[in-house]
């Protein structure tokens, strides 16, 4: 089995030693059993679940005494040798407690060619010999060495540890280190972070009575372990677990294991715990992997977090739903493990490009800079904004907020977020900003996933973070709490090393964003300094942004770059989660507050602004002749819409910024500029415009899977999938290595998940979401081109088309709203013929989309997300409809793998 390939199924595996020449089929079953070895286990190596019963092997070595013990390891090394295989590197593998060797079953598995894996059973555990004393964490990290000195494991050696194997086998990497070549961790830790409670489960079970009776009396400290994993673990390989763990005896030194948990700095292992956490500086240049299970109730997110602050230079793919034994919860870690064990990426630079620095510009100190309409309302000026961000900057300095850091903030968009946020990045920590357009279970796993060690917050979100498990220290943010923590810096001495410039350190991290989660879970997204000032940069240059510019913020992210501009913005009064709130009346009020210049909305926002037009007053309808341009992003803005805005803003041009979370701007256009007559301008998809200077787009050609090509291409015509690359391009998805490493191909090229294709003259046009491509006899079939074809149909409002059926022939199957239609959930659960669309009408429909449509169905809504609340969850739509047509066990085995996303109506 190669590297990256999926782990085989947990079953008693084939006999391969019995094929081997050389090596004898009876062999672990007629060796004489050492003493103090479990007299069964060879018998019981034979019937594990994924487990060659020919990497088992009993070896002797000196302990860190020099006495000689019998240890048990698997290991394919004898069986590479046996096959004429030579040994390239070795993968050590140190488990913890209270699990054994078994735990890296999966790692044997999937070993690539060339790679011998070593997994050992520490003394007293597995099947490795019992001794006389409990062990020290010294003594278990030179018995590890003397062990490899026995096994011969004289060539390069990459480690892969877990739970109280880390600090092991990093005391074993320090004292290797001309032979290591990588480390890899698993949900580990090397130091109890400062001012921070010991785990409860920890600490329960280090009580005398607790710690006999659950880890040595009984099996309940073994059957624990294997009890947090979900889906839950076949019966069989939990007993494999606990195989090795079946009397008192044996169990002894699971205890012993609890009991050497330094507590206390006169603890036996202190000394020597703290002498591996001081001595990874010295692996800095040693590549490391950290793959981590955050829902772990003994080593959670401050432990990760620890561990990337003594190597920052590490790798991370984190998990937000998997626990303490990530790779059981999550076996595709397996082989995201190999696949970066074997393969590295250089870095790549791009050009330098204009930076725009990250601070309140004052140079206009007593015009306005914020104007809130929301709630009670608000004012406040560009010299007052400074002051109030540095007050706040050492107010937060005492209360422990360090520079590198991550500070979630949970406040609400407005005078507050934005005076937070300068704050924090005054204070050089990294502001991990979540937006409860997420939905409040995505955003409680988002949080928890960045694990904060601060979080900023009004007091009814104090409840969202206990809930979900977040992280870090609370810092209320209610009523007179701002007022309070300016009062608290004033009497506090920042050190100057402590306040960052804004000019400086931009190759840090600046800020944690993260995706909409329409066509998965929320992701997140890590910008530098560097990256979030050349965003900015970007957008003053591509619209003329400029201090003196005022502008209404309808999708509150870009409020936040209002203050480095000089430019004032207003909030207008709506619900931030909710972008269609937004009416054409408070969009009005927003442009009067400011004298607006610049709209930047929804595209939901907006069609509730026209929606509500008739609502306007004589003076309201005047305010808004005012603004020269309006901007809207998130999703496909259809050409009506922005015709009938111009006819209520008859002074603004009407730009529609592509790009994504990742990577925004990507091309920009005025679609009202396009002619319907010239077929030039009637292209599929959507037309985004060129792309901006400094940013350059490919594309990845679609296979007849719906899959992309690993080669780019800049020919037009190529439908395929967009791939840019640019200077604002984020540093990397957030503890999502695999992730970060699949959507940079190549390296410094983004995949952003869109489909696409580049016309004649360089324009870019968006075909639909990579996820959304129906795959048809007739080849892959992006969605958007057919959907805006049969919105021309009289009577349709809007349109999705979907695939039903297997990858390649699948079916299009078009979802129509008619006009007039109300949004009602109910329809989803009803029958077919409550689904149905009058004849003529699904004539009309498959005549218009110019490709074989099997069903037309009817829903008086969309499902969208909650965040723009424009984009169409076209995979819950594919599975409705795949349920109706074909019943829901067809629905529910076609779409196992795809969780539902919350999502809500479209209007």
Same mark, same amino acid.
């Given at each position: 089995?190669?590297?990256?390939?999926?782990?085989?199924? +947990?079953? !008693?595996?084939? @006999? $391969?030693?019995?094929?081997? %020449? *050389? #090596? +004898?089929? !009876?062999?672990? @079953? $007629?060796?004489?059993?050492? %003493? *103090? #070895?479990d007299p069964t286990w060879s018998r019981t190596v034979e019937t594990l679940p994924g487990v060659d019963p020919a990497w088992s092997r009993i070896v002797e070595a000196p302990d860190a005494e020099g006495v000689t013990r019998t240890w048990h390891v698997l290991d394919n090394g004898p069986l590479?040798?046996?096959?004429?295989?030579?040994?390239?590197?070795?993968?050590?593998?140190?488990?913890?407690?209270?699990?054994?060797?078994?735990?890296?079953?999966?790692?044997?598995?999937?070993?690539?060619?060339?790679?011998?894996?070593?997994a050992v059973d520490h003394l007293g555990m597995g099947y490795s010999e019992r001794t006389e004393a409990p062990r020290t964490l010294a003594q278990r990290v030179e018995d590890l060495s003397r062990l490899t000195d026995a096994l011969g494991l004289d060539g390069p050696v990459a480690t892969l540890a877990h739970d109280w194997g880390g600090p092991i086998s990093l005391g074993w990497a320090l004292a290797h280190r001309d032979q290591l070549t990588q480390v890899a961790l698993t949900n580990t830790a090397v130091h109890q972070p400062e001012g921070s409670p010991w785990p409860a489960a920890i600490a329960a079970v280090r009580t005398p009575p607790l710690l006999d009776l659950v880890c040595r009396r009984t099996p309940g400290f073994v059957l624990a372990a294997t009890a947090t994993v979900r889906p839950a673990l076949p019966a069989p390989v939990r007993r494999a677990f606990a195989a090795p763990y079946s009397t008192t005896a044996r169990r002894e030194a699971i205890g012993d294991f609890v009991q050497d948990i330094p507590t206390t700095p006169d603890h036996p292992s202190h000394a020597e715990l703290d002498r591996i956490a001081r001595g990874l500086d010295s692996l800095a240049e040693v590549p490391t992997l950290m793959v981590w299970g955050m829902r772990d109730p003994v080593f959670c997110g401050r432990y990760l977090a620890d561990l990337q602050r003594r190597l920052p230079h590490a790798d991370v793919h984190a998990y937000p739903d998997a626990s303490h034994?990530?790779?059981?919860?999550?076996?595709?870690?397996?082989?995201?493990?190999?696949?970066?064990?074997?393969?590295?990426q250089p870095p790549v630079a791009d050009a330098p490009a204009p930076v725009v620095p990250i601070r309140v510009d004052t140079t206009a100190p007593d015009d306005t800079a914020i104007v809130e309409l929301t709630g009670t309302g608000g004012e406040i000026s560009f010299g007052a904004l400074h002051r109030r961000v540095e007050g706040l900057a050492r107010g937060l300095h005492a209360r422990g907020v360090r520079p590198g850091q991550r500070v979630a903030l949970l406040v609400r968009p407005g005078i507050d977020l934005t005076s937070v946020?300068?704050?924090?990045?005054?204070?050089?920590?990294?502001?991990?900003?979540?937006?409860?357009?997420?939905?409040?279970?995505?955003?409680?796993?988002?949080?928890?996933?960045?694990?904060?060690?601060?979080?900023?917050?009004?007091?009814?979100?104090?409840?969202?973070?206990?809930?979900?498990?977040?992280?870090?220290?609370?810092?209320?943010?209610?009523?007179?709490d701002v007022a309070a923590l300016i009062a608290e810096g004033a009497a506090h001495q920042v050190p100057a090393h402590d306040l960052v410039s804004a000019t400086s350190a931009l190759d840090q991290d600046g800020a944690v964003l993260f995706t909409s989660g329409a066509t998965g879970p929320?992701?997140?997204?890590?910008?530098?300094?560097?990256?979030?000032?050349?965003?900015?940069?970007?957008?003053?240059?591509?619209?003329?942004?400029?201090p003196g510019a005022r502008f209404v913020a309808a999708f509150a992210p870009f409020a936040l770059y209002g203050p480095a501009l000089g430019m004032a913005s207003a909030v207008p009064d709506m619900d931030v989660t909710a972008p269609d709130t937004l009416s054409a009346g408070a969009l009005a009020d927003a442009v009067a507050a400011i004298d607006a210049t610049v709209v930047f909305a929804s595209?939901?926002?907006?069609?509730?602004?026209?929606?509500?037009?008739?609502?306007?007053?004589?003076?309201?309808?005047?305010?808004?002749?005012?603004?020269?341009?309006?901007?809207?992003?998130?999703?496909?803005?259809?050409?009506?819409?922005?015709?009938?805005?111009?006819?209520?803003?008859?002074?603004?041009?009407?730009?529609?910024?592509?790009?994504?979370?990742?990577?925004?701007?990507v091309a920009t256009l005025d679609p009202t500029t396009l002619d319907p007559a010239d077929p030039a301008d009637r292209d599929r998809g959507v037309c985004v415009g060129l792309p901006l200077p400094g940013v350059t787009v490919r594309l990845a050609a679609l296979r007849p899977d719906g899959t992309a090509v690993e080669e780019l291409t800049g020919d037009p015509g190529v439908t395929g999938e967009i791939v840019v690359r640019a200077p604002h391009v984020k540093e990397r998805y957030d503890r999502l290595w695999a992730t970060q490493r699949a959507s940079a191909r190549p390296?410094?090229?983004?995949?952003?998940?869109?489909?696409?294709?580049?016309?004649?003259?360089?324009?870019?046009?968006?075909?639909?979401?990579?996820?959304?491509?129906?795959?048809?006899?007739?080849?892959?079939?992006?969605?958007?081109?057919v959907e805006q074809a049969i919105e021309s149909v009289p009577g349709v409002r809007r349109a999705a088309v979907v695939g039903v059926g297997p990858v390649g022939t699948q079916q299009v199957v078009a979802v129509v709203v008619p006009q007039g239609a109300r949004p009602d959930r109910r329809l989803a659960r009803t029958s077919r013929t409550d689904t149905s669309v009058p004849p003529d009408i699904a004539r009309q429909v498959r005549a218009a989309a110019r490709v074989p449509v099997a069903a037309v169905l009817r829903r008086d809504w969309l499902p969208v997300d909650i965040r723009h609340a424009a984009k169409v969850d076209r995979t819950e739509?594919?599975?409705?409809?795949?349920?109706?047509?074909?019943?829901?066990?067809?629905?529910?085995?076609?779409?196992?793998?795809?969780?539902?996303?919350?999502?809500?109506?479209?209007?």
């Open positions: 089995m190669t590297a990256g390939a999926p782990p085989a199924q +947990d079953q !008693a595996g084939p @006999r $391969t030693g019995a094929a081997l %020449p *050389g #090596v +004898d089929p !009876a062999w672990s @079953r $007629t060796v004489e059993t050492p %003493p *103090g #070895v590479l040798e046996a096959t004429g295989v030579p040994v390239e590197h070795t993968l050590l593998c140190v488990h913890g407690n209270p699990t054994w060797s078994y735990l890296w079953r999966r790692v044997l598995q999937t070993a690539p060619p060339g790679w011998r894996v070593v034994l990530v790779l059981e919860d999550r076996p595709e870690g397996v082989a995201v493990i190999w696949d970066w064990l074997t393969s590295r946020l300068y704050a924090v990045w005054r204070l050089g920590a990294v502001a991990v900003v979540a937006d409860a357009g997420l939905g409040l279970r995505r955003l409680g796993a988002a949080l928890r996933g960045a694990a904060p060690e601060h979080v900023i917050g009004f007091p009814t979100a104090r409840a969202i973070v206990v809930a979900a498990g977040v992280p870090g220290q609370w810092i209320r943010l209610g009523e007179g929320p992701k997140g997204v890590v910008y530098t300094r560097r990256q979030v000032g050349a965003q900015v940069a970007l957008l003053r240059d591509t619209f003329g942004f400029r595209p939901a926002a907006l069609d509730n602004v026209v929606a509500t037009a008739d609502q306007l007053s004589r003076a309201q309808l005047e305010q808004l002749r005012r603004p020269r341009l309006i901007l809207s992003a998130g999703a496909p803005v259809p050409a009506a819409l922005l015709r009938r805005l111009k006819e209520l803003l008859p002074g603004a041009a009407t730009h529609t910024p592509y790009g994504m979370t990742e990577a925004l701007p390296a410094g090229w983004h995949r952003t998940g869109d489909v696409g294709h580049l016309d004649d003259r360089g324009r870019l046009w968006v075909e639909g979401r990579l996820a959304h491509v129906l795959t048809t006899p007739e080849g892959p079939l992006p969605p958007y081109a739509l594919a599975r409705w409809a795949t349920a109706l047509l074909h019943g829901r066990a067809a629905a529910r085995e076609a779409f196992r793998r795809h969780p539902k996303a919350p999502s809500r109506r479209s209007r």
